[in-house]
């Protein structure tokens, strides 16, 4: 069975400052991992996928992360947080050959000015 | 394109009501899923569809409905609400093969209280 974990609930960073929000992955074959954004009210935004190659991955709005298959893990990162950055941030992880994506529990990104 | 559009905004049933929360795209894509979304729990896949005819249940369906009778449209039927069901609800739409296979699109939602 396919599952993600984000074991933050809420990460704070200063304005200007790197941001990682984490996410850790189980599957039994090779993962196709993503991320996703929530605004308030609002559904969800595509930002990134790891299908397979580079395990640097860069999105939309600076966004970038990482995949490290030794650890399960694809962090989000961004070199320099923006107040705008502040939502609700979901990992999902689908197996090769499986049609649903599984989510985590999501991780709120609070961005102080 | 207008993309993943839901009906209604919001709504809210007693129990034992039933209704259809309406979702539709017009990307032409084959694959369309519904999720609901509790605080802490992230999204929760109810049904999918991978084409017109085709549904198959996802880790939730119990007490939901599907049909697909177009490519465009997949409505979500509750038979009969209990306040369990109270959530936000998301359709989401994607190709199922090609390059721009597994990027799911997402409606605004339908945000539901079961009294």
């Known amino acids: 069975a396919q599952s993600v974990a984000q074991p933050e609930d809420q990460v704070n960073v200063a304005e200007g400052n790197p941001l990682t929000v984490k996410c850790t992955y189980s599957v039994s074959g090779n993962p196709y991992l993503f991320w996703y954004v929530q605004y308030p009210n609002r559904g969800l935004q595509f930002l990134l996928k790891y299908i397979t190659g580079d395990n640097l991955v860069k999105g939309s709005y600076g966004f970038e992360a990482e995949f490290n298959k030794s650890q399960t893990s694809f962090h989000l990162k961004k070199p320099s947080a923006l107040v705008s950055d502040s939502a609700l941030y979901f990992c999902a992880v689908k197996e090769t050959g499986r049609r649903a994506l599984t989510f985590g529990s999501g991780t709120r990104l609070q961005v102080q000015p | 394109n207008a993309g993943v559009t839901q009906t209604p905004k919001f709504q809210v049933l007693k129990t034992g009501q039933s209704m259809t929360l309406q979702c539709a795209q017009d990307m032409n894509h084959e694959y369309m899923s519904w999720y609901r979304q509790d605080p802490g729990m992230g999204l929760r896949l109810i049904h999918y569809?991978?084409?017109?005819?085709?549904?198959d249940q996802g880790e939730v369906p119990n007490g939901y409905n599907v049909s697909r009778s177009t490519t465009e449209d997949f409505p979500l039927r509750l038979l009969s609400a209990a306040p369990s069901q109270t959530s936000v609800y998301f359709c989401a739409s994607s190709y199922s093969s090609g390059v721009k296979s597994d990027t799911q699109y997402f409606g605004p939602g339908t945000r539901l209280t079961v009294l």
């Open positions: 569809s991978v084409g017109a005819g085709i549904t």
